[in-house]
């Protein structure tokens, strides 16, 4: 989605001159009518001003583990932010087809028409990851380990997004562990090819793998940097 849509649809509190009790303009009685209408003035013309969109993605289900900004409120949940459209799109939908299977009852419970609105709400979200603690000596043994085993296809220290492969970079290290083990386990099926990567990987491995992708810097996601494949 281009920027200019999303600013004109989502962040309408973001926005303190529009609310009722913050100082500054006023257009007649504060309402939604009319801090549509002041949105709409303030961002003027040649702003893709959409109508039929829904006014804010319905993410009110979600945010009490995602949070709004999609950083994860504890540890063991990942943050969404960032992360690319089509493979949140692609993880909802596999949550509600049963093919992941969800930890959560309402990953299995998002209505249909809700999975494209609430993927373009956290892909667009910018704020920067906390960062896991990660151990100095396990970051380095990750990093070998992602060189020969995973970077083909998690290309970037983790930090690139497509519609297949999720951005790692700055993924809370709980939840980076808990699912390289669910892999293993085969309790979640490995994507195409991923298998071989994980051949002979000890646990010890994979909690060190999971240190580097942890320690990484989540910058510049969905720069549409191809993988090597
Ligand atoms: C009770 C807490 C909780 C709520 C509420 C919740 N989630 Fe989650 N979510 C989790 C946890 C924990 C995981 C990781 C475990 C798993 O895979 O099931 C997860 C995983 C995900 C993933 C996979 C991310 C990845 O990197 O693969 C997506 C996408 C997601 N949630 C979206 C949503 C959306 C959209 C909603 C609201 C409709 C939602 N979640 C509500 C806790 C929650
Ligand atoms: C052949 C390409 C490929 C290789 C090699 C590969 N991966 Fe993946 N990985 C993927 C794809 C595609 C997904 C998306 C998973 C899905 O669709 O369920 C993924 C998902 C993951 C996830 C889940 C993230 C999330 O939030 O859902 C983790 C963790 C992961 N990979 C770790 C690794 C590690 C560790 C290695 C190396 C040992 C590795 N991968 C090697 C392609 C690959």
């Known amino acids: 989605m281009p920027a200019t849509e999303y600013q004109a649809v989502v962040p309408l509190a973001a926005v303190p ?3 009722s009790d913050a100082p500054g303009i006023r257009i007649g009685k504060p309402g939604l009518v009319n801090r549509l209408l002041a949105a709409a003035l303030l961002l003027g013309p ?3 001003w959409t109508q039929e969109k829904p006014a ?5 289900t979600c945010i009490d583990c995602h949070g709004a900004n999609g950083i994860a409120v504890d540890s063991g949940t990942p943050h969404l932010n960032g992360q690319a459209e089509a493979l949140l799109a692609n993880m909802m939908d596999s949550f509600r087809r049963g093919t992941r299977p969800p930890k959560v009852r ?3 419970e998002i209505p249909a028409a809700d999975v494209a609105p609430v993927a373009a709400h956290y892909a667009q979200q910018k704020a920067q990851r906390p960062k896991s603690a990660t151990k100095p000596e396990l970051v380095a043994r ?3 380990l992602y060189q020969n085993r995973c970077g083909d296809c998690h290309v970037d220290n ?3 997004s497509d519609k297949e492969a999720p951005l790692l970079a700055a993924q809370d290290l709980n939840y980076l562990i808990a699912q390289m083990k669910a892999f293993k ?3 979640r099926k490995f994507p ?3 298998d071989g990567a994980y051949r002979d990987l000890s646990d010890e491995d994979l909690t060190a793998i999971a240190h580097f992708f942890a320690a990484q810097d989540q910058v510049a996601p969905q720069t549409g940097r191809k993988r090597r494949r």
């Open 192 to 194: 195409f090819l991923m």
């Open 56 to 60: 804010a993605a319905p993410i009110s």
């Open 158 to 160: 983790g930090r690139d």
């Open 185 to 187: 386990a085969g309790e």
């Open 17 to 19: 001159e529009l609310n």
């Open 46 to 48: 040649g702003v893709a």
């Open 142 to 144: 990750g990093e070998t």
């Open 106 to 108: 309402i990953h299995r």
